[in-house]
């Protein structure tokens, strides 16, 4: 099984930087350069994103509550990058995200062959609006603690765009 997921994780490490370089760098400052805004730059690129998640064999709840986790993630990696003035702590933010989702627990039927662990299929019938309601609670509170973890100034996993000090010449 290992064999199977060291091609998974170097693909998904170049879907990851992929969609990063495009929303959050490509897309992200061209519309910066051109819109004083964030809700032009910051705004469009994350509605694109997202919008490209939606699924066509699960339920107009199922898909609401999934795309308003990935919404929240979506902001959650601009606000990182705008943070950091670089793509790193989001690429790395993003690739986490998406290798718990396809090698830890899948809801996604065409992942299930490579996660240790499968869920009811968010494609399948079943599913009440409670449980997205509850979907969706749990991936804003997912991205409230990752901006907590990588952006607050006493935890231990915070990212900044400061320059560690060189060596002293004195």
């Not at 805004?37 to 107009?60: E, Q």
């Not at 990696?77 to 003035?85: C, E, N, P």
């Amino acid at each position: 099984m290992a064999a199977v997921r060291d091609p998974i994780a170097t693909l998904t490490l170049l879907q990851t930087s992929s969609e990063e370089v495009l929303f959050r760098g490509y897309l992200l400052r061209g519309l910066a350069n051109r819109f004083r805004s964030p809700c032009v730059w910051a705004l469009l690129p994350g509605l694109l994103f997202t919008s490209l998640h939606w699924s066509g064999g699960s339920s107009a709840a199922i898909n609401a509550s999934v795309l308003v986790s990935i919404a929240a993630f979506a902001l959650l990696l601009t606000l990182v990058v705008y943070a950091t003035g670089n793509l790193g702590a989001a690429l790395g933010a993003h690739l986490g995200n998406n290798l718990t989702g396809f090698l830890l627990i899948s809801h996604q039927e065409s992942y299930n062959s490579f996660a240790l662990f499968t869920a009811k299929p968010l494609e399948g019938p079943g599913w009440m609006i409670s449980d997205a309601i509850l979907i969706a609670l749990i991936g804003i509170a997912c991205s409230l603690l990752t901006i907590v973890l990588l952006l607050h100034p006493r935890s231990p996993l915070r990212v900044s765009a400061q320059v560690p000090n060189g060596p002293s010449t004195a």
